[in-house]
């Protein structure tokens, strides 16, 4: 169910940062988990980054770790995904996901966004 909201992308150049945001749009209540995916132009769709509803435990994909951070605002009903070093490569659509196991595979979530399109320039 569509009951999130991505905002933040754009377009830039290699090396530079994005800050991604994901609010509530509906969404009941409850001790989410959260994740980050995306999907780049003629591939699949693949996680890039998840965070636990305490934000203790979070886990990357192996391309963005380093460069990338998700974490969380509860008090806001908000998640983020600072991605900083930015690569052609990152170009793609991210949506993010909420559900109740912190898990790699998008199907395991029950709420989702439509999506902010990342363009990254070389």
């Known amino acids: 169910q569509v009951q999130l909201a991505e905002s933040g992308g754009g377009l830039v150049q290699a090396g530079d940062s994005l800050k991604l945001s994901c609010t509530n749009s509906?969404?009941?209540?409850?001790?989410?988990?959260k994740a980050w995916f995306r999907q780049r132009p003629g591939k699949e769709r693949e996680f890039v980054a998840g965070?636990?509803?305490?934000?203790?435990?979070?886990d990357y994909t192996d391309s963005v770790r380093g460069r990338f951070t998700i974490s969380r605002d509860n008090a806001k009903d908000a998640m983020y995904l600072q991605m900083n070093n930015l690569k052609p490569d990152d170009t793609a659509v991210y949506h993010c996901?909420?559900?109740?196991?912190?898990?790699?595979?998008?199907?395991?979530?029950?709420?989702w966004g439509l999506g902010t399109q990342v363009t990254v320039s070389s």
């Open positions: 965070i636990s509803s305490d934000s203790r435990f979070t």
């Open positions: 509906g969404l009941p209540f409850g001790p989410y988990v």
């Open positions: 996901r909420a559900g109740w196991t912190l898990s790699r595979n998008f199907r395991d979530y029950d709420y």
